[in-house]
């Protein structure tokens, strides 16, 4: 049973990538090329994440702040 999901888990993980090949249009890439590309997206998501978590909170601070939502 355990098998079974796991299986199941792993074509539907296997669709989702190739989805994600297709759509942006990376299957014309060769797998070192495709490497690369991959590793700068995951690390300008990474920065953009870690700087809305460092950052946002400090704005959203001053937002509530200025239209005196938080005195």
């Known amino acids: 049973m355990a ?3 796991l299986a199941r ?3 539907q993980m296997s669709w989702l990538y ?3 090949l ?3 249009a990376l299957y014309m890439l060769e797998p070192w ?4 590309f991959n590793s700068m997206l995951v690390s300008v998501v990474g920065m953009a994440l870690y700087t809305g978590y ?3 909170p400090q704005h959203i601070m001053a937002i509530l ?3 005196e ?3």
Do not use: C, K, S
């Open 33 to 36: 090329e495709r490497t690369v």
């Open 18 to 20: 190739y989805q994600y």
């Open 69 to 71: 939502i938080v005195q």
């Open 9 to 11: 888990a792993w074509e």
């Open 54 to 56: 460092v950052f946002m």
């Open 3 to 5: 098998g079974m999901a």
């Open 65 to 67: 702040h200025y239209f």
């Open 22 to 24: 297709l759509v942006t």
